[in-house]
């Protein structure tokens, strides 16, 4: 982790993180038809956000498009773990987080997050602030469609090339490793793009390719909105949908790290698990015969490479 002198241009990524937000939401709400709620919130040690969520939406059953831009005196354990030389330290971090949970099970779930996250200077010390970026996307089907995975990946790709052609690959299989249940030994989803701790290139560079990989997600995504949203669909497929958000509700609580430093960070719980689909259910030793649509997506979720 590389760390610079003086002040960090913090309010520019804060400014494109509020219109990204808003980009987003406009979209959606075109897309879907339904308006997005706006909830404003403040948190009591520094900080604060603006929710925007639909629940029980005709396109989306639960979504949520989160900015929030909190600090504190002292780094959370999640974010000091691996960053000793950082105990201490007063904080803040920002950022803007994405998740879809649609209502139609031929539509896949979506997440995308971008990050910074700045280490202040002690006075009195010999140190320098500190940054890091961090984000990615992913989607995460309940029935396998080769044509979404390729496109998916394909705009993932396509938006890291021009910062060099190591990163989208590094990228995706930083997402495989990710999102993957070890106790379940199965990925989550098809994947997309993961990074952490980007400091490296330098402030502009980490934070122009952060931009890069908020901007792709409509294009990514919504394509297969477009494509698999009048799908007709019955009972079995939403029960198999219900089981397959059980293992998104499983990696979130027990592995994802954004949700543990929200919570270690007194964040605000109600935003936090917003991630979280409306509804979920768990099958005892549920076997999906293998040559049905169910029992295929599981060897479609082996990472592979889609591009």
């Known amino acids: 982790m590389s760390t610079l002198p003086g002040a960090l241009d913090t309010a520019s990524v804060r400014?494109?993180?509020?219109?990204?937000?808003?980009?987003?939401?406009?979209?959606?709400?075109?897309?879907?038809?339904?308006a997005l709620r706006a909830d404003d919130w403040q948190r009591p040690e520094g900080g604060g956000g603006m929710s925007r969520l639909i629940e029980g939406g005709r396109l989306f059953e639960r979504g949520a498009v989160l900015f929030s831009h909190v600090s504190g005196t002292r780094l959370p354990p999640s974010a000091s773990a691996h960053r000793p030389e950082l105990a201490g330290r007063s904080w803040q971090a920002m950022g803007v987080s994405m998740v879809l949970h649609p209502r139609n099970p031929y539509v896949p779930t979506t997440h995308m997050n971008v990050r910074l996250f700045h280490a202040l200077a002690r006075p009195g010390h010999d140190e320098s602030d500190a940054f890091w970026f961090g984000g990615g996307l992913d989607l995460t089907p309940c029935y396998a469609f080769e044509e979404d995975a390729r496109h998916f990946h394909g705009v993932c790709r396509d938006a890291l090339a021009p910062f060099g052609a190591d990163?989208?690959?590094?990228?995706?299989?930083?997402?495989?490793?990710?999102?993957?249940?070890?106790?379940?030994?199965?990925a989550r989803g098809i994947g997309g793009v993961f990074y952490d701790d980007l400091c490296e290139p330098g402030f502009d560079t980490s934070f122009a390719l952060t931009r890069a990989v908020g901007d792709c997600l409509l294009g990514a995504y919504l394509p297969i909105v477009e494509r698999r949203s009048n799908t007709p669909y019955g009972e079995r497929e939403r029960a198999f949908q219900a089981y397959r958000r059980g293992r998104y509700v499983e990696f979130n609580l027990v592995y994802d790290r954004g949700t543990l430093f929200g919570l270690q960070s007194g964040g605000r719980t109600e935003?936090?698990?917003?991630?979280?689909?409306?509804?979920?259910?768990?099958?005892?030793?549920?076997?999906?015969?293998?040559?049905?649509?169910?029992?295929?997506?599981?060897?479609?979720?082996?990472?592979?490479?889609?591009?």
């Open 271 to 307: 935003s936090i698990l917003l991630s979280m689909p409306p509804t979920a259910n768990w099958r005892y030793d549920y076997q999906p015969g293998p040559d049905t649509p169910e029992g295929r997506l599981q060897s479609f979720l082996a990472p592979r490479d889609w591009v």
């Open 167 to 186: 990163y989208y690959p590094r990228y995706k299989r930083w997402c495989d490793e990710y999102f993957f249940l070890k106790h379940r030994n199965e």
């Open 15 to 34: 400014d494109y993180l509020l219109g990204l937000q808003a980009r987003i939401v406009a979209a959606l709400e075109q897309a879907g038809g339904d």
